[in-house]
T-cell receptor
């Protein structure tokens, strides 16, 4: 158990819909990262937040957005869903951004778009 | 961040040492070598990381060559539960408040057999 929690574990929805994935980082960690893992793209970095502020963006679509709240939990919002958005979405956390700190990953949310 | 090269797959007998190689010939002086693994579709799990010196923890040992162009992750007594995809990632030390994503390649699929 990494200490990072993600809800829900599974999500099935239809094309065109909007969903919200939630992540609670390890106690004390200020930095949160979101990754997407699909069969054809592997694990890809989406976005990073540190203490409520966006720090880096990766291959995140404009239909996707994220935020980190004052209690440090984070949400990833996916809208106008397409079949190709079906994937595992992982959240990770680290104590802060920078240095050589490792990231600890949550169990993921499996999103299926039908 | 430097690119890494890993064999796509390896087999290991249970109880034997698993030696997973990684080539990172373009690594620069401030870049660390990280190892993560992913068991089936679970969240990636941090194993170990190092800069120059060999490192050991309760999970594994990391041997980095003197020129730092390659490294080997050693699982001393592999078990069936070590069957997973192992990712070697190179990432630089970054300053506070800056981006610190992980870039995953395709990794090595380790199969531990009886």
């Amino acid at each position: 158990d990494s200490g990072v929690t993600q809800t829900p574990k599974h999500l099935i929805t239809a094309t065109g819909q909007r969903v919200t994935l939630r992540c609670s980082p390890r106690s004390g960690d200020l930095s949160v990262y979101w990754y997407q893992q699909s069969l054809d793209q592997g694990l890809q970095f989406l976005i990073q937040y540190y203490n409520g502020e966006e720090r880096a963006k990766g291959n995140i679509l404009e239909r996707f957005s994220a935020q980190q709240f004052p209690d440090l939990h984070s949400e990833l919002n996916l809208s106008s869903l397409e079949l190709g958005d079906s994937a595992l979405y992982f959240c990770a956390s680290s104590p802060w951004t920078g240095g050589s700190y490792e990231q600890y990953f949550g169990p993921g949310t499996r999103l299926t778009v039908t | 961040d430097a690119k890494t090269t890993q064999p796509p797959s390896m087999d290991c007998a249970e109880g034997r040492a698993a030696n997973l190689p990684c080539n990172h010939s373009t690594i620069s002086g401030n870049e660390y070598v990280y190892w993560y693994r992913q068991i089936h579709s679970q969240g990636p799990q941090y194993i170990i990381h190092g800069l120059k010196n060999n490192e050991t923890n309760e999970m594994a040992s990391l041997i980095i060559t003197e020129d730092r162009k390659s490294s080997t992750l050693i699982l001393p007594h592999a078990t069936l539960r070590d069957t997973a995809v192992y990712y070697c990632i190179v990432r630089g030390w970054v300053g506070a408040g800056t981006a610190s994503k992980l870039t995953f390649g395709t990794g090595t699929r380790l199969q531990v057999t009886l």
